[in-house]
């Protein structure tokens, strides 16, 4: 079995000719694996579970960078605001407000994706198009002082149809380059957070520069 550096280095290589920032998914995975990555440099990690971030935040150094990228409720917010670098997950309007307030209590500004549907499946979270073009050209947000939206964050349909895959992920590009455009004091649009494992080099042929990549390197889950 090749080491957590191991594949890590593998993925680099492979990827030598993209810019882009490796998000290690470390859900499920103990502690003494998401240090192998540390002690060779890696230091962005993500988790979907906010008491398995809250845990693993404190039990491990300091600088690392913490990605919450999983569906996140309102009433946990305030457990992961003081120190998340970045929340990929964020898909209405009700959780960026709670967000700020959490934010501004803990004098913070952080930093969001919004989570938009550009796959097949009804159950993945998110929003669409509309709601986020809407959102972004609303006046709402102009108030949200402690939040900057960074970019968005997309899944592709689970499937091995690769041209389906390409187009969604252009989609998601598309509304990108779009939003990026719109002038709003709340949002830097530099992230498109897309791939995972089985599609990460796709999204990066299609525009991502954020990868979210778990069983490519920590190894398969057990969810036993
Ligand atoms: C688990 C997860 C990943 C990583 O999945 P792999 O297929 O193991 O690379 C990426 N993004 C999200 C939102 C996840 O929940």
Redo the contacts with the bound molecule.
Sequence with gaps: MPTVAENIRKIQQELDQFQYELVA?S?TKPNNLILEAYEMGHRHF?E?KVQDLVDKQSALPSDICWHM??HLQSNKVKYIAPFVHLI??VDSLKLLRIIQKEALKNSRTIDCLLQTHIAEESTKFGFDETEVIKLIEGEEIHHLTNIRIVGLMG?ATNTSNESQIRKEFQSLKNLFDHLKDIKNPRTNFQVMSMG???DYRIALEEGSNMI?????IFGA?DYA
């Design positions: 998914v859900k993500g979907n990228i999983g990929h997950g899944m995972m494992s089985s979210r990549v778990g069983s490519s889950r």
